[in-house]
């Protein structure tokens, strides 16, 4: 079982810290446990209630009527309110506590919901990205169980590989071609994934090689299929500076090709890169850069 920080459970739910410390002592809704030298904690039960609370408050319903509620009772509730709502946020909050409770039924359905209403690519950008986004930040430092990432990650893994899976593969006679990776030692692949669905369904032929690619291999099939573009996407194998001697590195070895880059180690850098490279901030910059 995962434990959590009160600041941390700030960044998973968007409430204040000072506003959940008021609803403790004012309604208890919350009863942390705490360290030798009294410093709250709160435990996988504590978030589930807490993402609870939030979406039944979103709702319109009164902290205080929320905290006579069971645990069991506010679930319901909350499966009640959510079945009818389109709402990312919404969407998202029960993720985190589908992710949380393991529960693959709940997060396929809410997924599923979401992509029904609004469609694939829509659902990935307004609510699986920012799902991540939201948790990122608290696997990085080990305060998630690492656990839930694998068995989220997973989970939403199947569902681009059916995607990518039934979008056609372009003729390799007369057509763009793009080489996409991760450099060595970086393994946060889902995002690579879904850049690599919508740059298919351009029309490019797609070479992709996946998760820690070594640099030497990167030049061998560059020099085997002459790509007229490089996509990468660098999350954490490499701190700041080593960002930028990287993407230098790239430059100055595939000066051919554009270089296009993601990630969230390159959305962090201030880094100029070099004018063959472009920073992609966004899914929604593909249909840009990648025209039929």
């Known amino acids: 079982m995962a434990s ?38 709160y435990c996988d039960n504590d978030l589930k209630r807490l993402l609870n609370i939030v979406i039944l408050n979103r709702f319109g319903i009164k902290i205080s009527k929320i905290a006579k509620f069971s645990d069991t009772e506010m679930s319901n509730k909350v499966m009640e309110l959510s079945a009818d709502t389109s709402s990312p946020e919404s ?13 693959e039924f709940k997060f ?4 599923s919901r979401y992509i029904m209403h609004d469609g694939f690519e ?10 991540f986004n939201q948790i990122g930040i608290l696997w990085q430092t080990g305060s998630i169980n690492p656990v839930h990432e694998h068995f989220v990650s997973n ?12 979008v056609n593969v372009a003729d ?20 690579l994934l879904f850049y690599n669905y919508l740059v298919k369904k351009t029309g490019k032929l797609v070479y992709y090689l996946g998760s820690s690619v070594p640099f030497e291999d990167l030049k061998q099939i560059v020099s085997m299929v002459n790509p007229n573009y490089l996509f990468l996407s660098i999350t954490s194998s490499l701190n700041l500076n080593g960002v930028g001697k990287y993407i230098k590195r790239m430059s100055e070895t595939f000066p051919s090709q554009k270089v296009f880059v993601t990630g969230l180690q390159i959305k962090e850098s201030n880094s100029i890169f070099p ?5 992609v901030s966004s899914p929604l910059d593909i249909g840009t850069y990648f025209k039929n």
């Open 108 to 111: 396929d359905k809410i997924l």
């Open 172 to 191: 390799s006679k007369n057509v763009e071609k793009v080489v996409m990776f991760l450099p060595e030692g970086e393994y946060h692949e889902l995002a």
């Open 275 to 279: 004018s063959n490279v472009v920073k």
């Open 155 to 166: 989970l939403f893994r199947q569902k681009l590989m059916v995607a990518i899976d039934n």
């Open 4 to 41: 959590y920080s009160i600041k941390e459970l700030e960044k998973l739910s968007g409430i204040k810290a000072h506003t959940i410390r008021i609803w403790e002592k004012r309604y208890g809704i919350l009863k942390p446990d705490r360290t030798d030298t009294n410093i709250r904690y």
């Open 91 to 103: 969407s998202i909050e029960n993720l985190v506590i589908a992710m949380v409770e393991l529960d």
């Open 122 to 131: 829509n659902a990935v950008i307004k609510v699986i990205f920012p799902f």
